[in-house]
């Protein structure tokens, strides 16, 4: 209610004023199409006739620059009333995110180091088969050589089971952005993957980070995999 008592306040209050602006500018129209330049004279009065419409024009901002200045103070006062009422909330949304972030990493820590076992004990079995399958051609077991290297390829070939489901909420969603980071600057060369990178160019590093997802081997510079977290409403 405070920023619409102040613009209220500082709203032109002489409807008369106002009224005789407004007709001044109608006119202006009805004369600018009246006025026909045929000669020097006419051209001379054409010109005073521009010069007044920009008077009236001023005077007509004039006016309503009070106005405006209200509303634009009234305005930045609500941006900033909204602003400070919306910090406590970017900074739980901050905290929550970074523990989102921390929990979605640990998951994938545990689902890369389950991935790997199962892939060692799939390995492993699978070298077990071939094992058994080159016992039996020793023993003449041709039959029993060909099915043991056929589940030996099988089980090789075979994708490790999800172990550890990804952690899903409604309304959230998960991103990975690959990016860079420079730890040692005087290492870094001037080109790298055909871009200038030297003075340390990050938005090339980035891109490089996301080319390569990562891989791409820079002296004095280490790329990393950032998870971010966002929520609709």
């Given at each position: 209610?405070?920023?619409?008592?102040?613009?209220?306040?500082?709203?032109?209050?002489?409807?008369?004023?106002?009224?005789?602006?407004?007709?001044?500018?109608?006119?202006?129209?009805?004369?600018?199409?009246?006025?026909?330049?045929?000669?020097?004279?006419?051209?001379?009065?054409?010109?005073?006739?521009?010069?007044?419409?920009?008077?009236?024009?001023?005077?007509?901002?004039?006016?309503?620059?009070?106005?405006?200045?209200?509303?634009?103070?009234?305005?930045?006062?609500?941006?900033?009333?909204?602003?400070?009422?919306?910090?406590?909330?970017?900074?739980?949304?901050?905290?929550?995110?970074?523990?989102?972030?921390?929990?979605?990493?640990?998951?994938?820590?545990?689902?890369?180091?389950?991935?790997?076992?199962?892939?060692?004990?799939?390995?492993?079995?699978?070298?077990?088969?071939?094992?058994?399958?080159?016992?039996?051609?020793?023993?003449?077991?041709?039959?029993?050589?060909?099915?043991?290297?056929?589940?030996?390829?099988?089980v090789e070939e075979m994708q490790p089971p999800e172990i550890i489901e990804t952690a899903k909420a409604v309304g959230t969603s998960v991103s990975k952005s690959w990016k860079?980071?420079?730890?040692?600057?005087?290492?870094?060369?001037?080109?790298?993957?055909?871009?200038?990178?030297?003075?340390?160019?990050?938005?090339?590093?980035?891109?490089?980070?996301?080319?390569?997802?990562?891989?791409?081997?820079?002296?004095?510079?280490?790329?990393?995999?950032?998870?971010?977290?966002?929520?609709?409403?």
């Open positions: 209610m405070e920023e619409q008592t102040m613009v209220n306040e500082a709203k032109p209050i002489n409807p008369s004023l106002e009224n005789q602006l407004e007709k001044s500018g109608q006119m202006a129209i009805v004369e600018a199409r009246s006025m026909v330049i045929e000669n020097k004279q006419d051209y001379e009065q054409a010109g005073r006739f521009l010069v007044e419409i920009k008077t009236r024009a001023k005077q007509i901002k004039d006016y309503w620059a009070p106005t405006k200045a209200a509303a634009k103070a009234a305005h930045q006062s609500v941006v900033d009333r909204e602003k400070e009422m919306l910090v406590p909330l970017t900074e739980a949304e901050k905290i929550i995110k970074a523990s989102m972030v921390k929990y979605q990493a640990a998951l994938e820590r545990a689902r890369r180091e389950a991935e790997e076992k199962a892939r060692r004990r799939q390995q492993e079995e699978a070298d077990r088969l071939l094992a058994q399958a080159i016992q039996s051609q020793e023993n003449g077991d041709d039959h029993g050589a060909a099915v043991g290297m056929a589940m030996a390829e099988m860079a980071r420079v730890v040692d600057e005087t290492a870094v060369p001037a080109y790298a993957n055909g871009l200038e990178i030297r003075k340390i160019n990050l938005a090339a590093l980035n891109s490089i980070a996301r080319m390569t997802k990562g891989t791409a081997k820079i002296p004095g510079v280490e790329f990393f995999e950032e998870m971010n977290i966002s929520a609709r409403s």
